[in-house]
């Protein structure tokens, strides 16, 4: 008698899976795409066996599908995660997302003397390089690593 148990979470019919978040960004990836107000089911697994990350995050959102700014936070977050769209029960859109060479509006500048942190006016960096994320302000010019808002 196999007495191992598992938890079956059942396939959204129209929806978008992020797969392949690193385990310690779930519950950042899930916040900064303000996923408690949604009001469809959202299932978050964290700490799930991966091959390629050790262990890995997956979030189902049923009913949602991500606008390019969105997928651009999930990048700056995540940026191992893999999207899949999903539609009447089949994979419509699968694909790594990848970090914008310009983030705009996403990231938080670090210098608490830059325009973006004393005046109204939208955050713009310029990617550096991807791996680790090192961005540079458009105003001010400090370089950093990624604060998200």
């Known amino acids: ?16 899976v992020i797969d392949h978040i690193p385990a310690d960004a779930v519950y950042k990836v ?44 999930i990048a700056v977050a995540a940026p191992t995660a893999t999207l899949i769209e999903i539609k009447d029960s089949k994979k419509v859109v699968k694909r790594k997302v990848e970090v914008p060479d310009i983030l705009q509006a996403i990231v938080k500048c670090i210098n608490p003397n830059c325009i973006t942190n004393v005046e109204d006016v939208q955050t713009k960096f310029k990617v550096i390089d991807k791996h680790p994320l090192t961005i540079q302000c458009h105003y001010c010019e400090k370089t950093q690593q990624p604060a998200m808002h």
């Not at 008698?1 to 978008?16: F, H, P, R, Y």
């Not at 303000?34 to 997956?58: A, M, R």
């Open 1 to 16: 008698m196999d007495n191992k148990k598992e938890l079956v979470v059942s396939a959204i019919e129209n929806g978008t």
């Open 30 to 73: 899930a916040s900064i795409l303000n996923l408690s107000l949604h009001d469809d089911e959202v299932i978050i697994g964290t700490n799930l066996e991966s091959k390629k990350l050790g262990k890995k995050g997956i979030i189902k959102i049923k009913n949602k599908y991500f606008k390019q700014n969105e997928i651009d936070k």
